[in-house]
């Protein structure tokens, strides 16, 4: 009996241990003219454009260049989100992080316009529960929170395109 009493115990400590827990990230929404994060709103022909050029990277002489881009390519495409709209979040530490969100929420945060903040000295603020997918990129489960307050929008300066 006590077999079974301690067999019941780890697996129920191990299947615990084993779910994803949320994580509840807060930050700046951050303006990246420049930034590709996903296929939203682009049209068929563009799409399949970009999946052709993104195959042949696999198949070059020396894929290991583009080896950071195609990983991130690929947990973007396991993880669901590479048609799913995102924005970039400022977090506290001079970070920035992509947010995925279904169209519901995203329209929530697509309302705010970068110059308007600029011009009314505002920030847009954001609370989310997430879902990680890897460093610097999350699933947004349910956006706890968004508001705008007096304070500076950045955009950022160093800015590249990572899908």
């Known amino acids: 009996m006590k077999f079974i009493l301690l067999l019941f115990v ?19 929404l951050y303006f990246d003219t420049d930034a590709i994060g996903s296929f939203y709103g682009w049209p068929e022909n563009r799409i399949q454009q970009a999946k052709k050029s993104i195959d042949s990277l696999y198949h070059l002489a020396d894929p290991s260049d583009n080896q950071e881009f195609l990983s991130v390519y690929e947990s973007l495409g396991k993880n669901k989100v590479l048609y799913l709209p995102f924005v970039d979040v400022y977090m506290p530490g001079d970070s920035v992080v992509k947010l995925y969100l ?9 309302t705010f316009n970068y110059h308007d903040l600029i011009r009314q000295n505002k920030k847009v603020q954001i609370e989310a529960t997430t879902r990680y997918i890897r460093k610097g990129y999350y699933k947004c489960v349910h956006l706890r929170d968004v508001h705008s307050m007096d304070g500076e929008t950045y955009p950022r300066p160093d800015a590249h395109s990572i899908p």
């Open 102 to 110: 279904d169209s519901v929420d995203y329209q929530r945060l697509a």
């Open 10 to 28: 780890f697996t129920c400590l191990y299947a615990c241990a084993e779910k994803e827990r949320p994580l509840i990230i807060r930050g700046d």
